[in-house]
Nanobody, 115 residues
Framework: QESLVESGGGLVQAGGSLKLSCEAATSIFRGNPMGWYRQAPGGSRAIIARITRAGAETSVDSVQVRFTISRDHAKNMVYLHLNSLTPEYTAVYFC?????????WGQGTQVTVSS
C-alpha cells in the first residue's frame, strides 16, 4: 500500500526547533524524490524542501536558513528539521512523494508556533 505517515508536529515557542518525520511505504520511497510542503491557515499548499534519491537537496530560498531535509534509505524515512521558528510558520506540514505525474501525500502534521 502506498502510504506516507507524518509525525513530530506540536506546539513550540518562537525561536524553538522541531524535527518532523515521515515514514513512507517502500513502493513510493525508493527511487522517488521526496518533499515537504506546508499549508498555513487559509493558504495554499507550498513546497518547502525537496530531496532526490541520491540526496541532493533543494529548498525554497526564503526558508533555506531554517529548514533542513534529509532521508534515511534504510528506514524509508524523510525528515525535516525546523529551526528558529516564528509564528508565521504555523501550518500543517505534509510529506510528499512524486513519480512523474503521480503525487502521494500524507495526512499532515500540525505545527503551531506561539509568540
Amino acid at each position: 500500500q502506498e502510504s506516507l505517515v507524518e509525525s513530530g508536529g506540536g506546539l513550540v515557542q518562537a525561536g524553538g526547533s522541531l524535527k518532523l518525520s515521515c515514514e513512507a511505504a517502500t513502493s513510493i520511497f525508493r527511487g522517488n524524490p521526496m518533499g515537504w510542503y506546508r499549508q498555513a491557515p487559509g493558504g495554499s499548499r507550498a513546497i518547502i524542501a525537496r530531496i532526490t534519491r541520491a540526496g541532493a537537496e533543494t529548498s525554497v530560498d526564503s526558508v533555506q536558513v531554517r529548514f533542513t531535509i534529509s532521508r534515511d534509505h534504510a528506514k524509508n524515512m524523510v525528515y525535516l528539521h525546523l529551526n528558529s521558528l516564528t509564528p508565521e510558520y504555523t501550518a500543517v506540514y505534509f510529506c510528499n512523494s512524486s513519480r512523474g505525474p503521480y503525487h502521494y501525500w500524507g495526512q499532515g502534521t500540525q505545527v503551531t508556533v506561539s509568540s
